[in-house]
């Protein structure tokens, strides 16, 4: 069983690397045709299954502006369509993972406000809410910020290795440790 060519619905892929590594070298030529062939590959990718056909671009650019920045983390040895296609995978899930998170934050707070009056800012749970803010200020901000991420904004370690440029085991290390100290602190 071999490796299956993915390269069969866009034949220019198989260039992508090469024009990616010229990119690398500052050849610009190769660095403005590299996104020209992209850009739509990346849409179509992140168009199926969109319910709003308007999403579609402005996750295309947030993929290019990732590109443009990760650029220099490509390696020759390895394809280039996977690479690009995780880079599009993480930022349509960040996309959609913020507009949804928003969404449900308004709709919750417009059709359950008993809840939020009764549950988040009733004052015998206002000084919880305070302690939590407080520890985590406490804890040095690269960790804070693996510990959000993760436990209270909802992304896999994976995607936070990715962003912050660590292992997912040392993410998974650092957010099981902030939990240890913050549950110290709270105690």
């Known amino acids: 069983m071999g490796i299956v060519n993915d390269n069969s619905q866009n034949p220019k892929a198989d260039s992508w690397g090469e024009l990616a590594v010229r990119s690398q070298s500052g050849d610009k030529r190769a660095y403005r045709q590299l996104l020209l062939e992209i850009a739509p590959y990346i849409k179509s990718r992140i168009s199926k299954g969109l319910a709003n056909e308007d999403w579609s671009e402005e996750i295309m650019q947030e993929v290019l502006i990732s590109v443009h920045k990760s650029l220099k983390s490509y390696s020759a040895d390895r394809p280039f369509k996977p690479w690009l296609n995780a880079i599009t995978q993480f930022r349509r899930t960040d996309f959609l993972r913020k507009h949804y998170k928003n969404k449900n934050v308004n709709e919750a707070s417009q059709e359950n406000s008993d809840i939020f009056s009764n549950d988040v800012t009733h004052d015998t749970r206002a000084g919880e809410l305070v302690d939590i803010e ?54």
């Not at 804890?139 to 804070?144: A, D, S």
């Not at 904004?153 to 962003?163: L, M, N, P, T």
């Open 134 to 187: 407080k520890a985590l200020g406490k804890i040095p901000e690269k960790q804070r910020k693996i510990f959000k991420l993760i436990k209270i904004e909802g992304y896999s370690a994976a995607e936070v290795a990715k962003e912050m440029d660590m292992s997912v085991s040392a993410v998974k290390v650092s957010a099981h440790r902030t939990a240890g100290k913050l549950k110290e602190m709270l105690g």
